[in-house]
T-cell receptor, first 112, second 112 residues
Framework: GAGVSQSPRYKVAKRGQDVALRCDPISGHVSLFWYQQALGQGPEFLTYFQNEAQLDKSGLPSDRFFAERPEGSVSTLKIQRTQQEDSAVYLC??????????FGPGTRLLVL | DAKTTQPNSMESNEEEPVHLPCNHSTISGTDYIHWYRQLPSQGPEYVIHGLTSNVNNRMASLAIAEDRKSSTLILHRATLRDAAVYYCILSDPTSGTYKYIFGTGTRLKVLA
């Protein structure tokens, strides 16, 4: 079956631009997570949704980062006024609400 | 948040078993132990998980110490396709926070 998909796969932005990253979770998965992975590091948690409710956003690094999941399915991670330190791979994962999370391929963001 | 420690890197010969260790001395009674692996330019891939008993699936086996303060992921016959970064992760479903806390993982190199 279809897994988690993310788009775009690659994004180059000029410093100061806004970007929007999309995640399509596995159909029927209640839980959705966003992670940020810097080069050579493990993924770091950003935020968590249960259906449309954002229950944990403790990992968002600044108020320039905003995530939404308005209908409890597709989610968008928006980064305003991008900075060079935002360059990373952004991973989305979904789960049924039980333990196992299934990850998408990630969006590689490069801010110049 | 419970933490895990893993060796930075390991090597194995092709078609030989591989034992990847993980220490989690601060594990709580309700923490599950998860293993994921990440191939280059891909998202993390679920390998196996367990709570107290040893677990087997088609990919690997998970051996959990009796005191649960350590675990070992066992790949029975390593192939070149098993070369990846392996992450050991703890998560507690009773906490209401389902986020994963990744470490830096173990980079497994498989020699032909």
């Amino acid at each position: 079956g279809a897994g988690v998909s993310q788009s775009p796969r690659y994004k180059v932005a000029k410093r100061g631009q806004d970007v929007a990253l999309r995640c399509d979770p596995i159909s029927g998965h209640v839980s959705l997570f966003w992670y940020q992975q810097a080069l050579g590091q493990g993924p770091e948690f950003l935020t968590y949704f249960q259906n449309e409710a954002q229950l944990d956003k403790s990992g968002l690094p600044s108020d320039r980062f905003f995530a939404e999941r308005p209908e409890g399915s597709v989610s968008t991670l928006k980064i305003q006024r991008t900075q060079q330190e935002d360059s990373a791979v952004y991973l989305c994962a979904s789960s049924t609400g039980e333990e196992t999370q299934y990850f998408g391929p990630g969006t590689r963001l490069l801010v110049l | 948040d419970a933490k895990t420690t893993q060796p930075n890197s390991m090597e194995s010969n092709e078609e030989e078993p591989v034992h990847l260790p993980c220490n989690h001395s601060t594990i709580s009674g309700t923490d599950y132990i998860h293993w994921y692996r990440q191939l280059p330019s891909q998202g993390p891939e679920y390998v196996i998980h367990g709570l107290t008993s040893n677990v087997n699936n088609r990919m690997a086996s998970l051996a959990i110490a009796e005191d649960r303060k350590s675990s070992t992921l066992i790949l029975h016959r390593a192939t070149l396709r098993d070369a990846a970064v392996y992450y050991c992760i703890l998560s507690d479903p009773t906490s209401g926070t389902y986020k994963y806390i990744f470490g830096t993982g173990t980079r497994l190199k498989v020699l032909a």
